[in-house]
């Protein structure tokens, strides 16, 4: 039960104020002795013309709510204490009969919303950043499933511009085929570098570059077919990082795919009358709102980066008919975005209202951090393989009989890392610190799953599954769990109206401390048997909150480790 609902449904009623208007005002005290929860009275005082405090005493006298015990009137708040008893029954009741369920819900039921992440730039290095957006985007996708929205996750590919005559060009030249076929990645990289550093001296290369980029566009059979490969080689390389992480998509309609379907933008521009030259160039000007104008054509004729984005979201809202449509890259495209979407509006699409931009901070490695074969470049794969080397080494430390340890040393590594990308606001920059990253008892990964494995294994080995009277559980810390326990859906929605994942990995931590807490506080073996089988449920009932939150995050849990 949602207690927090019950509670607003009941002072909406009498104050004749929405419902929702009260959820949102409905705190969650710092202390306990203030209750569970609090309504602040401070904004009612305009509306009701009166003072705060006498707003919240008589509203404590026109309240009466079956799960509340007592209301206390504390100047201008009223707080509201559960019966407690009730409602931890209640709660874990709900959280066992729910199982995989719990926390789900069908709010989002046909509505869709595509969830565009990752996105790298083929032939180009997957770094850590693509890493950054592509944790986040796996989270916003599951978390929006979890609700019922149908979820299109999209890749959308770099693999168009002027970059692949480039490629083309360096290819005739200084290809090593063999070099190719075991690093596909970092010797297309190399050549691309080399390009450039030749065409300083030798400057025709661009124009033999730029004809090389004319056939691709013209579909030419020669480009067309290195080019071709050059996009399967690193597609290649990316979907076996994305296998190691866990990491789907339904979709990798990239730039190339809107190759042809640009023409229209520029009619559908011109039509409206917001396409204007400017030194040779077709621009959409944006002063008036404080942008420099989105470039639709160069002067040379060439479309570019933006104009493939305003013809993705036009097929997009065509094709998927979209309730959202969600942009998860680095924060240094977010003017990029605002243009985009203000050009769609401006052209008169009212859905340019539903295109979101989640942005994300950088990622920085201090010291010497890590085995980075280039500098300050840190390849994806080496990330992934020092997590699973370093988790494995701890955990053979600990527990040098565990079985699986190969996948528990996979399970943990990775989950480590998504959880340090997930764990703050993603707006904020993240340090690298692997002492900290790895650590099983700071805020981290390991020390939730590790959580997780411990209570599952209590729970192997003790005799589960009896029906339990869970009033009989009446201590501060089991309700104190049980209390954040049943706030799960809470965290979810919130997750889900910020497209902020870190609010679900605080909540896991929070779900792991307070069970620590009860763990220590209050002995499962040596209590009488009624106790000790209503602690084997609030047991069990955080091992499935656990194990539902990790899931939407993209972390895996493991049964012992
Ligand atoms: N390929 C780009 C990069 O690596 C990100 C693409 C972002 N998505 C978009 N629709 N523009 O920076």
Redesign the pocket.
């Known amino acids: 039960m949602d207690y927090k609902a019950v509670i607003a449904n009941k002072i909406s009623s009498v104050l004749n104020i929405g419902q929702e208007d009260v959820m949102r005002l409905l705190e969650i005290p710092p202390r306990p002795e203030m209750g569970d929860y609090a309504f602040p009275c401070f904004s009612l005082a305009k509306t009701l013309r009166k003072a705060p405090n006498a707003i919240a005493s008589e509203l404590k006298d026109q309240l009466q709510i079956k799960e509340v015990e007592r209301i206390e009137v504390l100047g201008p708040y009223l707080n509201f204490f559960l019966d407690k008893t009730e409602f931890l029954s209640g709660a874990v009741s709900e959280i066992l009969s729910k199982r995989e369920a719990y926390g789900h819900s069908d709010t989002g039921e046909g509505k869709t919303v595509l969830v565009?992440y990752s996105?790298?730039?083929i032939a180009?290095p997957f770094h850590v950043?693509?890493l950054f957006?592509t944790v986040i985007g796996n989270s916003l996708s599951r978390i929006f499933k979890s609700q019922g929205y149908k979820t299109e996750r999209i890749n959308?590919?770099?693999d168009w511009g002027t970059q692949f005559g480039k490629l083309i060009s360096g290819y005739e030249r200084w290809v090593d085929l063999e070099k190719l076929k075991e690093m596909p990645i970092e010797e297309l990289n190399r050549i691309y570098v080399k390009f450039h550093e030749e065409a300083e001296k030798e400057p025709s290369l661009n124009d033999e570059a730029r004809a090389h980029f004319k056939n691709l566009e013209d579909g030419k059979e020669y480009e067309v077919k290195l080019w071709k490969e050059f996009r399967e080689l690193s597609l290649m390389v990316f979907e076996r990082v994305y296998k190691e992480l866990g990491v789907e998509f339904d979709s990798y309609a990239?730039?190339s795919f809107y190759g042809d379907k640009m023409d229209e933008v520029v009619d559908i521009l011109e039509k409206k009358g917001i396409l204007t030259e400017s030194n040779g160039a077709q621009v959409v000007m944006l002063d008036e709102y404080n942008m420099p104008p989105t470039i639709i054509k160069k002067a040379d004729g060439a479309t570019i980066?933006a104009t493939?984005?305003l013809a993705?979201a036009i097929y997009r809202k065509r094709t998927y008919d979209f309730h959202k449509n969600i942009?998860v890259?680095?924060t240094p495209?977010s003017l990029?975005?605002r243009q985009?979407f203000k050009t769609l509006e401006l052209a008169g699409f009212e859905w340019a209202k539903d295109c979101v931009h989640v942005g994300f901070g950088l990622v920085k490695f201090p010291g010497k951090m890590m085995s980075s074969r280039k500098g300050d470049v840190v390849l994806l794969d080496d990330l992934l393989k020092e997590a699973v080397v370093t988790a494995e080494k701890i955990i053979l430390d600990k527990n040098p009989n565990l079985k699986e340890k190969e996948d528990v040393a996979r399970k943990v590594g990775i989950g480590a890392i998504i959880f340090t990308y997930l764990k703050n606001g993603r707006e904020k920059d993240i340090i690298f610190d692997w002492d900290e990253i790895l650590s099983f008892d700071g805020e981290t990964g390991p020390y939730v799953q590790y959580t997780y494995a411990r209570a599952k294994s209590i729970l192997r080995k003790n005799d589960t599954g009896h029906d339990a009277d869970l009033t009989v559980l009446t201590g501060t810390e089991e309700f104190e769990l049980s209390k954040t326990l049943a706030s799960f859906s809470n965290a979810v929605t919130l997750a889900m109206e910020k497209y902020e994942p870190s609010v679900i990995t605080r909540y896991v931590l929070q779900v792991a401390k307070d069970f620590n807490k009860f763990y220590n506080n209050c002995p499962i073996n040596s209590a009488e048997t009624s106790v000790k089988n209503a602690r084997l449920q609030l047991v069990e009932a955080t091992t499935v909150v656990i194990k539902n939150a990790l899931a939407l995050l993209g972390i895996e849990t493991v049964e012992e480790m």
């Open positions: 565009e996105s790298p730039n180009k950043g693509h957006t959308h590919l770099g990239g730039e980066y493939r984005d993705a942009y890259v680095g495209q990029h975005f985009v």
